[in-house]
């Protein structure tokens, strides 16, 4: 099969009902969400009118908003005849591409669909995404606006155009074997399965979270559909300049994610420290201080330069494991300890060993790096753990079962749960109907059960699909 898949989005229910190959499978739509209010109901409105009864589905969405999104995401829930889960966030941990993750961890579904909730990705494709993967047995299928039958019209003048066509150069530059067979990175609509996805793997960062699944889990067998992304229904592109640094930074972090390339990361950081360290030193010995001492102090110019940079772009996310002032302390440590050891080794190297000075300077430069850069990621960037010693995530989103507003089974179709993700990693706050709360203790809410008595009444599992 080719590896583009290439239908036009049309009459999607008359397609899947002629279509000889598999019957879709049910489907969780994931939609992260800042700040959409003025979009919920008609975003339900459309997966109610194009998701086909055949393809049973609910819609999990994650909320960062500061707006009444969720009390909008509650109401409009009410009518809609699948389930509907809400999941707020206190804390934007990972930004939209943390929102998605905390969703597919939600999803129940064999089939997940991301996508945005500003409808410029058109619901009525969901079904023809789930029947491509289920049909070329595919495991992610990319929505892509840069295949026969897709269009970019939805970005917002030739600047945008030109941004989204430079990153998706860049991206796939940078990861050639990590996006072979995708002609969109930068799409945010896909379906994955759910499967796939290993999400303590993932460490999202802003909002190309299709990127960093590709990048990191690899998902075998990818195939791609053409879309027109549309015009923003309604409110305002949260497309800022400090996305696009974040994105950068993403490109990095994903870019580094092997020890080696974090140690040629690490030496050529070390190497625009030779600027500064100059600088300093020339300043230093025209004002008249001895050069001995001005070699100590410049040196220090160069180590705070070396640390800014590898703070921002090396280890950005692991600065949460130490205090600002602990790392600081042990970088300016380490770092001037390199100094002290690459004397002594040089003098061994040539009084013991008998090497010249050139070669034996070049080889304690070498050493002294590769301990300086394995001493600086062991000592001071340990990946932060979860302090009751399980690892990885230290907050989960409070989750309950879809029970509706007042404890009735979710196959009558309005379910919405609430729920709020503490970071810290030692409580959780769950509401189900709004006015009641529970705690946990770093872990997921449990989903009420036909055994699980609800505050409110009976609970059971939800049912997925019209009924």
Excluded at 22 to 45: D, K, Q, W
Aim: proline content about 7%.
């Amino acid at each position: 099969m080719n590896g583009h898949e290439g239908t036009v989005p049309g009459d999607l229910d008359a397609r899947l009902e002629d279509d000889p190959g598999p019957e879709p499978g049910a489907v969780t739509i994931v939609v992260p969400t800042f700040n959409e209010s003025a979009n919920i109901r008609e975003l339900l409105r459309r997966v109610t009118d194009s998701v086909p009864a055949a393809l049973p589905c609910e819609v999990v969405f994650v909320d960062d908003s500061t707006d009444d999104t969720p009390e909008v995401i509650t109401e409009a829930a009410q009518d809609c005849p699948f389930p509907v889960t809400l999941i707020h966030r206190e804390r934007p941990t990972g930004g939209l591409g943390g929102a998605v993750v905390e969703g597919i961890k939600a999803a129940t579904s064999p089939w997940v669909v991301v996508m945005d909730g500003d409808l410029q990705h058109p619901p009525a494709l969901v079904p023809e995404l789930v029947a491509a993967g289920e049909r070329s047995r595919a495991t992610l299928v990319v929505a892509s606006r840069y295949i026969e039958g897709g269009s970019r019209a939805g970005l917002a003048g030739g600047y945008r155009i030109a941004v989204s066509r430079l990153s998706t150069w860049l991206t796939k530059g940078l990861f050639p074997r990590g996006l072979r067979g995708i002609s969109d990175p930068m799409s945010g609509f896909f379906a994955i399965r759910r499967t796939a996805v290993t999400a303590d793997a993932l460490q999202p960062l802003g909002y190309k979270i299709l990127l960093e699944l590709a990048v990191r889990c690899r998902p075998p067998g990818v195939t791609e559909v053409p879309f027109e992304f549309q015009d923003r229904y309604a409110g305002e592109s949260k497309s800022t300049a400090r996305e696009g640094l974040r994105f950068l930074r993403h490109l990095l972090a994903l870019r580094t994610s092997s020890r080696l390339a974090r140690m040629i990361v690490f030496g050529l950081i070390g190497l625009t420290g030779f600027l500064p360290n100059l600088l300093a030193l020339h300043g230093l010995t025209t004002a008249g201080m001895h050069y001995l001492p001005a070699e100590i102090v410049a040196n220090q110019a160069g180590v705070a330069w070396n640390f800014l940079l590898i703070e921002l772009l090396l280890f950005h996310d692991r600065r949460g494991h130490r205090h600002w002032a602990d790392r600081t302390a042990r970088f300016a440590l380490i770092a001037n300890a390199d100094l002290v050891l690459r004397i002594p080794l040089i003098a061994l190297l040539v009084g013991q060993w008998h090497m010249a000075v050139l070669p034996a300077t070049a080889l304690a430069l070498v050493t002294t790096f590769v301990l300086r850069f394995a001493g600086t990621e062991a000592l001071i960037y340990l990946p932060a753990r979860d302090r009751t010693g399980r690892g990885g995530r230290t907050g989960v989103a409070g989750r309950t079962g879809r029970t509706g507003p007042t404890g009735h089974d979710s196959r009558d179709g309005h379910a919405t749960t609430t729920g709020t993700e503490d970071t810290t990693g030692t409580t959780g706050t769950e509401d189900t109907t709004g006015t009641g709360t529970g705690n946990t203790t770093g872990t997921e809410g449990i989903a009420p059960t036909e055994d699980t008595p609800h505050p409110h009444g009976t609970s059971r599992p939800a049912q997925h699909g019209r009924q």
